[in-house]
């Protein structure tokens, strides 16, 4: 059986559903599993056939082993379907030219890559919880800049045994975002904006989570917190199925053989989505370079380049949003894999990192780290012109966050000159972001007085794509969540909703 550890030690040999239900150790740590099955080429080329219902199967029992395999298929097939996804194959491969695909994984019901692992970590969660024999009930607690509240109301929305509480920064977050949210319907929701900014939403949800007398209070109710940001191992693990099914496609359109090395461009923000094509490396996955693509919160290819980390700088606000990030959490996890699961080391890194805003890796580390990444970042401009660019090359849309992703592999490519068959991971649907793509392709003017509503209907008037059904007549629909509260009345809200 596999079972997982804490990358900073202490907790050790938990099944899966168990470090699921936890989502974070008790003393800060994140779940790893502690061996990656393999898996061969025969058995990577068979996934070529299936759906990509099947090739999660295949991926998914090699980690969740504690979980039946029916009780497996049913979270999988409950999460991918043609109603919540608009596209059949769930996260289709479009060819862009003869040596970049682009992994589309922004067809599910809130328009960014966070429902692939969000529209199936609650069926994993209430499994959990039979599994585990829990009585209580779970309040998921969310503090989100946009894109993840979103995706967690659309999961847990109406799921049994549990209730959901989404915060987000009432000022902070755009039109698109802010409807998508307080139109949220479901009977175990609730969405509250915060007088305040992401950090300050952020600090007063974790207050809430670490506030005994409360937790203690909710025991007596049988209510326990939990969370479901990418520091769950049940958010992660969905997300290395489709760097396999990638593969497959890949495969499958001819564009390489079996057992041919590829590289992947991935938009990173919190390192959960890298780390999950790492983590599909480590299982056998025939990968060449993973190139970390950032935005001008360039902490990570500063890190990549040098083995220095350090957030002693401006946080800067970007078009690509969901990028904005300094502590990148998930990189907990791969130091624990390139340390040779050093749960000490790795304790100490994280001690130095919140103490003294940095922390240097040794160079045997940097240099194994740099065997299987490379990185790069994009400024604005640069971002808005690939937008443009891909646009007149391709007529192929792409959102900010993609863009970013796109414009840091051209730069891989003129500095290396390796020309690896390579895949863009897509995070988000260019509506999504629809401000910033209208004026990269049609320019300020033609964008100036028209609200992000407006702009949907001009961006699919003038590209022919499709407005996404999640964000068609969103400022038509009906308000349920007008609730706005100051930041330091949090607290009291979530007692005054569970208590
Ligand atoms: C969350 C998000 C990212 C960053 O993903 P990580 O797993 O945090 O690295 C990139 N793009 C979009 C659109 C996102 O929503």
Redesign the pocket.
Known sequence: MVLYDSTRGGCEGLTSAEAIKQGISPNGGLYVPRFFEQISFEEIEALTDKTYNERAVEILKRFLDDFTAEELEDCINQAYTTEKFNSKDIAPLVKLNDSLGILELWHGPTC???DMALQILPHFMVKAMKKTGEESEIVILVATSG??GKAALEGFADVEGTRIIVFYPAEGVSEVQKYQMITQTGNNVKVVGVEGNFDDTQTGVKRIFTDRELIERMEERKLKFSSAN?INWGRLVPQIVYYFSAYADMIKSGAIKSGEKINFV?????????LAGFYAKMMGLPVNKFICASNENNVLTDFIRTGVYDIRRDFIKTI?P??D?LI?S?LERLLYEMSGRDSEKVSGWMKELSENGYYKVDYKILEKIQENFWAGWSNEDETLKTIECIYDDYKYVS?T?TAVGIDVYDKYVITTGDLTPTVAVS??SPFKFNDSVCTALFGKNEIAGRTEFELLELLSEKTGWEVPSGLKDLDKKEIRHNTVCEKDKMKALVENSLL
Do not use: L, R, Y
């Open positions: 960014a890559f966070k894109d993840t990418s991935v938009p990173t923000g919190n390192f959960g989505n890298i690509s969901s990028m990030i990148s998930n959102d966050h995070t988000a």
